[in-house]
């Protein structure tokens, strides 16, 4: 019978102490706000993050699904109040890595137009100064995060089909999805799952989920729902 391989590492703290830690910071930030918290696992962040209210949690997962984004720091005050000050701090919600190494700061509001007029005068001073390091500020409504809703229903159970398998290494996982898609040039994810056997077909899902978030396979996800006939293929591949 087929078994999972030990987790990675070892927690220092027990991770109920460690979660409850991190809800109380935000709890406190949140001051006298009615935002719900949300605590997420960040495949991007690679650690669990707060969330408060819906906005930041409809970017968590545009965030988390988009392939062509690297990391992101889902709470970026302290980092950007001790460059540009804490004005400016207070108007950006994400800070956002991409894979060609551009740096943006993306501030989320419910619609336009958007009351803050300093976010323009940050527009100018892009490239300059404490904003020397940053390519563009990008202003997302909920409209705007919320066009593809199949998007953000899949994204949802990537994100969570992720996390499960956060403590388990998977490198061996994705050669073989790698191997399976260089052979057949299509995969479903059926077959995918079909790679291992008992629990390890988990891990070899969650390493094809997480190689179509970092843009080394591709799938039909913005267009479907996740299921077994779901399709990938491997990037630049044009006839599929």
Same mark, same amino acid.
């Given at each position: ?33 009615? +935002?719900?918290?949300?605590?997420? =696992?960040?495949?991007? +962040?690679?650690?669990?993050?707060? /969330? ?21 720091? =889902?709470?970026? =005050? ?24 551009? /740096? ?27 904003? +020397? ?11 705007? /995060? ?32 790698? +191997? ?48 077994? /006939? ?11």
């Amino acid at each position: 019978m087929s078994t999972a391989k030990s987790p990675k590492g070892s927690a220092g703290h027990r991770l109920g102490t460690q979660l409850r830690g991190e809800t109380a910071i935000a709890y406190q930030a949140r001051g006298q706000s009615s +935002a719900d918290l949300m605590l997420h =696992y960040s495949p991007k +962040a690679q650690k669990d993050v707060v /969330l408060t209210g819906q906005l930041q949690f409809l970017n968590f997962l545009t965030c988390e699904f988009h392939s062509n984004v690297r990391t992101v720091n =889902y709470a970026p =005050y302290s980092s950007i109040a001790s460059v540009a000050g804490e004005p400016v701090a207070s108007l950006i919600d994400a800070e956002i890595k991409m894979r060609d190494d551009t /740096l943006v700061w993306r501030r989320l509001i419910h619609s336009e137009p958007d009351s803050a007029d300093l976010v323009e005068d940050l527009r100018k001073s892009i490239g300059r100064g404490a904003l +020397a390091k940053v390519s563009s500020i990008e202003v997302w409504t909920f409209d705007q /995060l919320t066009v593809n809703p199949m998007r953000l229903r899949n994204a949802l159970r990537v994100v969570a089909w992720i996390a499960g398998a956060r403590h388990w290494p998977l490198a061996e996982s994705k050669r073989k999805v790698l +191997a399976l898609l260089e052979r057949r040039r299509i995969a479903t994810f059926d077959e995918i799952l079909a790679l291992e056997e008992g629990p390890n077909r988990a891990l070899v899902g969650a390493a094809g989920l997480d190689m179509f978030c970092n843009g080394i396979v591709r799938g039909d996800l913005a267009e479907v729902p996740l299921h077994g /006939l779901t399709q990938f293929h491997l990037v630049g591949d044009q006839k599929c």
